[in-house]
């Protein structure tokens, strides 16, 4: 649970340009070939309504009509033109600092938020860590597995699943003579919010979905390498292997995460984007374990 690589971002302004037109004046009449006052008074008294008609002036609230009825310009969002996945990646990429990505926008605001400067993770802060990540990833597998909205359904065995992984790490650990402690705040946290979430608004658990996910892949291996490095011996665990390509297997996600989205409105993906920064803070909370 940590960030995600960062990517550049295109996207498209629309404008609408609306030309009105006045047609120009037209004048026709009839000659009469008979020469007769009566008839030529009617016909001359004739062609002067008509110029009078056609000079005058056209009204405001017409050219208002045309104007309210032509099409505005759909406004775009970032990413949207390549999926809604996309959409969510690149949100994710403003809540990081500069320091952390170069599209970050993030303002440090407090001290937690700061970079690390100086990494020195503990094997004790490290299974606290793992086994809330584990609480955080059965509560995510059990909840697709269940369904409460069918469009779960859809996450069911991607290949992306770390819950039995973290089972294997900590028996590790265990045979190494550590103690496994049980889940703390951060985890149990975390945990109960996606439960009461997937329950009530599908739109939000999937936001936090992707980004535990695919935040673990990308960032989260990262910071495997380097606590392996430091306190590990190089040991890799489980938690940072996954059976088959991970590029593909991602694909696969982002291929059902873009079907599922497809139904439905711009105010809920919307809201699933605003969601963003919920997660942020959890897996953060979670994260800051290592150090602790």
């Known amino acids: 649970m940590a960030s995600l690589t960062p990517i550049s971002h295109n996207f498209s302004k629309l404008q609408l340009q609306l030309q009105l037109q006045t047609p120009p004046n037209t004048f026709s009449f009839n000659p009469n070939p008979n020469p007769n006052?009566?008839?030529?008074?009617?016909s001359t008294s004739s062609l002067r309504f008509r110029r009078e008609i056609?000079?005058?002036?056209?009204?405001?609230?017409?050219?208002?009509v045309s104007a309210t009825t032509a099409e505005k310009p759909k406004k775009r969002y970032p990413g949207e033109s390549k999926g809604f996945v996309e959409e969510?990646?690149?949100?994710?990429?403003?809540l990081h600092t500069k320091e952390q990505a170069k599209e970050g926008e993030k303002e440090v605001k407090e001290p937690e938020e700061r970079t690390v400067t100086k990494w020195d993770p503990t094997v004790d802060g490290y299974l606290r860590f793992l086994v809330d990540s584990k609480l955080v990833?059965?509560?995510?597998?059990?909840?697709?597995?269940?369904?409460?909205?069918?469009?779960y359904a859809e996450f069911r065995n991607t290949g992306l699943e770390r819950s039995e992984k973290l089972a294997k790490d900590l028996e590790w650990f265990k045979e190494q003579?550590?103690?496994?402690p049980e889940p703390s705040s951060p985890g149990v946290t975390y945990s109960q919010y996606l439960k009461e979430l997937s329950e009530k608004d599908p739109q939000a658990f999937i936001c936090h979905f992707y980004n535990v996910y695919f935040a673990h892949s990308a960032g989260g291996r990262m910071i495997g390498r380097k606590?392996?490095?430091?306190?590990?011996?190089?040991?890799?665990?489980?938690f940072y292997k996954w059976d088959g390509d991970l590029s593909q297997l991602l694909q696969n996600v982002r291929e059902k995460l873009n079907k599922v989205s497809e139904g439905w409105t711009r105010e809920e993906k919307n809201h699933?984007?605003?969601?963003?920064?919920?997660?942020?803070?959890?897996?953060?909370?979670?994260?800051?374990?290592?150090?602790?």
């Open 37 to 42: 006052p009566s008839v030529l008074g009617r």
């Open 54 to 64: 056609t000079r005058m002036p056209q009204k405001a609230g017409a050219v208002s």
């Open 88 to 94: 969510m990646r690149f949100v994710a990429m403003k």
């Open 137 to 151: 990833y059965d509560t995510l597998e059990g909840i697709v597995d269940k369904a409460a909205f069918p469009s």
């Open 177 to 180: 003579g550590y103690a496994i």
């Open 227 to 238: 606590v392996a490095e430091q306190i590990l011996n190089n040991k890799e665990l489980e």
């Open 272 to 292: 699933c984007l605003e969601e963003t920064e919920k997660s942020f803070k959890h897996s953060g909370e979670i994260l800051r374990l290592i150090l602790s």
